[in-house]
Every structure is written in structure tokens, then in C-alpha cells.
Nanobody, 128 residues
Framework: QVQLVESGGGLVQAGGSLRLSCAFS????????MGWFRQAPGKEREFVAA????????YYEDFVKGRFTISRDAAENTVYLQMNSLTPEDTAVYYC?????????????????????WGQGTQVTVSS
């Protein structure tokens, strides 16, 4: 069974940066495409960024392009979300997700229902 544990959230001022981490365990990390989603109070969970199993392909939602970077460390079985130039609108609980893939490993996934496993979330609060 896959387990995902997020960390790195916290309180930051607008314009600041945070790096979220998601530790993966239980299966072979390289067989899984990864994604980050977020959910603000009163809103639905939304896609943020995705990374293929191979690490060669990434995809970002428009509102984070140029500010956020998703990456993975195969040696550490960890996926990261580097978040720069944060704004109060980025305040949300951020969730890591994993999807088992049998493809060439370059596919990315952006829909909630495409992921098999989820972490518990980490709170990010950006003050103005």
C-alpha cells in the first residue's frame, strides 16, 4: 500500500517561498506519476502541478506557472513543490497524490479521479 506524507507547510508573508515535500513509501516510486493539489476553505480541491513517473514531463495549472516547480528525487523517494512569489490566494491545504502508471512513464495527470493515493495534506497560509 502506498503511503504519502506531506511536510513543509506553514505561515509565510506574501512574496515569500516555501518548499513542500511528499515522502513516498510502500511501492516502487518510479512506477508512479505524482501530483500536487490544493483546497482552500469553501472551495473544491484543485490541480496545481503534475510530474510523470520518469520525471521527464511536468504540467502546471496556469495560476502557478513561473512560480511553482514540481520535482522528484528518486534516491529519497520524495516529490517536492517549490513555491515562490506566494500570494494570499495560494492559501490552502496542499495534497500530494500518486498514480500507478504502466505507460512509458512520461504521462502526466491533472484530474482528481486519476490518482490512486493521497496524503493527509499540509497547510500553507500566506499573509498579506
Amino acid at each position: 500500500q502506498v503511503q504519502l506524507v506531506e511536510s513543509g507547510g506553514g505561515l509565510v508573508q506574501a512574496g515569500g517561498s516555501l518548499r513542500l515535500s511528499c515522502a513516498f513509501s510502500g511501492r516502487i516510486f518510479s512506477n508512479y506519476a505524482m501530483g500536487w493539489f490544493r483546497q482552500a476553505p469553501g472551495k473544491e480541491r484543485e490541480f496545481v502541478a503534475a510530474l510523470s513517473a520518469s520525471g521527464r514531463s511536468t504540467y502546471y495549472e496556469d495560476f502557478v506557472k513561473g512560480r511553482f516547480t514540481i520535482s522528484r528525487d528518486a534516491a529519497e523517494n520524495t516529490v517536492y513543490l517549490q513555491m515562490n512569489s506566494l500570494t494570499p490566494e495560494d492559501t490552502a491545504v496542499y495534497y500530494c497524490a500518486a498514480r500507478l502508471t504502466y505507460s512509458s512513464g512520461s504521462s502526466v495527470y491533472t484530474a482528481y479521479h486519476e490518482y490512486n493515493y493521497w496524503g493527509q495534506g499540509t497547510q500553507v497560509t500566506v499573509s498579506s
